[in-house]
């Protein structure tokens, strides 16, 4: 019979003991509780090869993009995380709800008002044209005039830019006929392909264009340009009150100086 008591003593001890190892795993105050799940992340997708806008310094993606995103979560008391993806997939995460937003150097078009809806505009984009420097284009006429005159010139763009698309257009529109265009998946792939002699030039946004010819020898941008554009921030159609939230906080940001600062920072005036 003592025996017996001992035994159940024991086992009601040990149950004890489980119960009490149980309530002191996940105490209120636990650093290691998961994260509150209404906690307001801000998710930005991006290509990440795209200087001054966004690009990679180490294992973070810098630049301006990054940065205005970044004030504009603060702004709006949220923590930003960015995605890196190809451009094209930009604007399908977008309208998936992948992404809360899409900030890639991104310019308001037609085609992409049809999916997206975007913020006000923050700044301003030109798109050069890139070509060695003992080439005979000078001005986006010169390709035209090339063309017309029976030459098969091969132009550069990254996939599913604003460069790429206006280039791939009818003459009749501004453009040189798709059969005159090659997609890149990046601008770096683009401007290779015209150092090897692979195309004959590469029409990319002004501030790219610089570093990219910076970093390689014998290339030269035009000095007429070919498109301007205004740059903006894609948010999902539908979603009223982000696009709202955004707005507001981004013309905070542009009246106070912080967005023409950030500028500043990244491009250097000629």
């Known amino acids: 019979m003592k025996k017996t008591v001992k035994i159940l003593s024991l086992v009601l001890a040990l149950v004890m003991a489980l119960a009490l190892c149980a309530c002191g795993t996940q105490p209120a105050d636990d650093p290691e509780k998961p994260a509150d799940t209404d906690a307001k992340v801000l998710t930005m997708g991006t290509n990440a090869s795209f200087p001054p806008y966004e690009y990679y310094d180490g294992d973070q993606i810098v630049g301006i993009d990054a940065e205005i995103a ?17 451009f094209n997939a930009i604007i399908p995460s977008v309208v998936s709800g992948k992404v809360d937003m899409g900030m890639a150097g991104m310019t308001v078009t037609e085609e992409r008002l049809q999916s997206v809806s975007f913020s006000t505009s923050y700044a301003t984009g030109v798109q050069a044209i890139i070509v060695r420097e003992d080439s005979e284009i000078t001005s986006p006429d010169d390709i035209t005039a090339l063309i017309e005159a029976g030459n098969d010139i091969q132009i550069g763009a990254q996939e599913a830019t604003t460069g790429y698309i206006y280039a791939s257009d009818t003459a009749e529109n501004g453009g040189f006929g ?20 692979k195309i004959d030039c590469v029409i990319i946004d002004n501030e790219p264009a610089k570093a990219y010819v910076a970093a390689n020898e014998g290339l030269k941008i035009l000095d007429s340009a070919y498109v301007t554009e205004d740059y ?11 696009l709202e939230q955004v707005n507001g906080a981004l013309e905070d940001l542009i009246a106070d100086g912080t967005v023409q600062s950030i500028l500043d920072k990244y491009i250097n005036a000629d």
């Open 70 to 86: 970044a004030a504009i979560a603060e702004k709006l008391g949220m923590q930003l995380s960015i995605e890196d993806m190809d």
């Open 178 to 197: 798709s059969e005159h265009v090659q997609a890149f998946k990046v601008g770096a792939d683009a401007v290779a392909a015209l150092v090897t002699g």
């Open 232 to 242: 903006a921030i894609a948010i999902a159609q539908g979603n009223a009150e982000l």
